[in-house]
């Protein structure tokens, strides 16, 4: 075993399940709030489940942050995304200048941004602002060979999870884990396929918005990549899944869940990409999946299949397909709503409220 | 014609239609910022409709507002509602001591809150801070008569309209309408029955909460609360029907949406009781729908009918069913992101990224 596989099991041992206990203590304080009884539907099972993954009441503020992951992808050689791949590039330089709808959304929300290049195929110098964790320019074409080695993986897992550490050094309680880089659509796609036991079909979308024909001819990329990595050993274990059919961003991410999980912050899932993250690390360590809030249900057809596999019912429905880390984000302002309720109504018995009778 | 009905009137007449051609404007810039088009989903068609209602970009940040309008209900008399009617006071007193939900809600997204009493049954004294615009303690049983007089009705809209002034006047732009009044889910239940012609039983639902026997016992009263309206003259005109089946908070709420849409303020509607308040203003004057959102879906069967009635689409579907505005606050943090995506995110050409090819 190596050092890399060794610091990935001590984290995933790390992660605890959350005691169904404590959300019965939360839900009795909720229900001494002045309102109907469940009348606050969603928010209350939120408040419920960050007081029992934290095992008490979030502080307030709480302390929110974004990491956004971007690298390339080999994949886009065959021609599945309308945008070349230059553009993850220039993507990072617009988050580093705060111009991009992240950048928006996290300025409005009081929610610190993290860029991380962990497989950009370009050079950033020493821009400022960026955190270095390059593993390689760009994941291998998985058409052809597995996307990374099995050092490749693991670089830029334990590279997520050295940055989970820093969330938690940092005081974070809610994390947004986000993405860019052109062409991971079909790498999210061929994950779920590979989970979930789907056709290609049914979880390859228009990513950022391919015509009828550009569509079909992705779907058929994803296909033959499915049928070369179902080739492998093993080609079914999460991790396996991750290196034949993933991308270095999405392992960063995994990466990133697994470590947030281990210190107990709230880990709010962004769309499709972010969610594949979520569904690998799960499938490695299924304890992630009370940690995680879906944001929101992106339009890629694959993500309501990811949903649907790991339980999750998303906050928000707004018809989004961005990422960055956008849904994740607009959905921190319910999020902490939920907290402040929990934590800031007045009770029955304070307030000289009467209780219902029926 | 009464001066009050001259005064409403007047109001109606001073309601303009946006123009489709703003909205179009609005598609033009943002389809130039650094997103694949369309991939902010909803949050693009927010910021067209905001755009397009005000003729222009609303300032930033937004000045927001809820207006909780609380009033007692006749028909409570019947056994309508698990909570005896003192809580609607109790409540009042809750808003204006900042314990309730919405006061957190408000608190939490930079929302200035008004309480206005226009029918409670009880007497606050000078309570500070709350609006005193009480036209009689509690509307009439709506079982055995209509809810209010004529010059009841007027009085309560016209209380209404002078806060839109209100709001105008201290330059709010995005205006959210919530009410407290134990029994006015009846009161809703029959407007939306009246005003979409649907069975008592599709519209009608549990309130704060009933159990099975009480819900069976609330639509009883509902249809027999129709069948007396019912066989008035102009049964299905829209005032009439407010006078008939609403409740002096719903007149108050219809009379501020009026107000609000003839001085191009954006309307968010809450749930159940603040739409059935919406459905009556649009059928006044259809053009107010052009300044409507509807902030939340709640639980209230009733409610996806009115939505669809007026063709709208929630941002919010939490589950939520509390009222006080509370959906339409928490709705805003979306609303306003749309506005600063439309405002701050860099242009492709700014930030020099390449545009789509396919």
């Given at each position: 075993m190596t050092r890399g596989t060794e610091v990935i099991g001590d984290v995933v041992k790390r992660i605890a399940r959350v005691d169904p206990a404590a959300k019965q203590v939360a839900r009795g304080r909720l229900d001494s709030l002045t309102k109907p009884i469940g009348s606050l539907g969603r928010l209350e099972e939120i408040a419920a489940q960050l007081f029992a993954l934290r095992g008490a009441a979030p502080e307030l503020p709480m302390k929110k942050a974004v990491y956004i992951f971007a690298a390339d992808h080999g994949i886009t050689a065959e021609g599945v995304s309308g945008y070349p791949s230059e553009v993850t590039y220039q993507m990072v330089r617009n988050f580093l200048a705060g111009g991009a709808a992240i950048n928006v959304l996290a300025r409005a929300h009081g929610v610190a941004v993290h860029v991380v290049d962990v497989g950009v195929d370009a050079e950033f110098g020493d821009a400022p602002g960026l955190l270095h964790v390059k593993v390689r320019r760009g994941s291998r074409n998985m058409l052809h060979e597995p996307a990374m080695t099995a050092a490749e993986r693991i670089a830029a897992m334990t590279a997520g999870m050295t940055l989970a550490d820093k969330a938690h050094a940092d005081g974070v309680t809610l994390l947004a884990v986000g993405e860019m880089g052109i062409g991971n659509t079909a790498a999210a796609s061929a994950i779920t396929a590979a989970l979930t036991d789907q056709p290609a079909a049914m979880v390859t979308g228009r990513g950022t918005g391919l015509n009828d024909e550009a569509h079909r001819r992705k779907i058929r990329v994803v296909e033959a990549v499915l049928a070369r990595h179902r080739a492998e050993d093993q080609a079914s274990e999460p991790l396996e899944v991750l290196r034949g059919v993933g991308g270095l961003e999405i392992a960063a991410m995994t990466g990133m869940m697994l470590g947030a999980a281990s210190h107990r912050i709230a880990i709010v899932a962004d769309g499709f990409i972010s969610t594949a993250a979520a569904a690998v690390a799960c499938g490695v360590a299924p304890a992630v999946r009370d940690y995680l809030l879906a944001g929101h249900r992106s339009e890629e057809p694959g993500h309501g299949i990811l949903l649907r596999h790991l339980a999750l019912n998303p906050?928000?429905?707004?018809?989004?397909?961005?990422?960055?880390g956008s849904g994740a984000v607009l959905a921190m302002p319910v999020i902490e709503s939920a907290i402040r309720l929990y934590a800031e109504m007045a009770t029955f018995s304070s307030a000289g409220v009467s209780e219902a009778s029926a």
């Open positions: 906050i928000l429905d707004l018809g989004m397909r961005l990422g960055e």
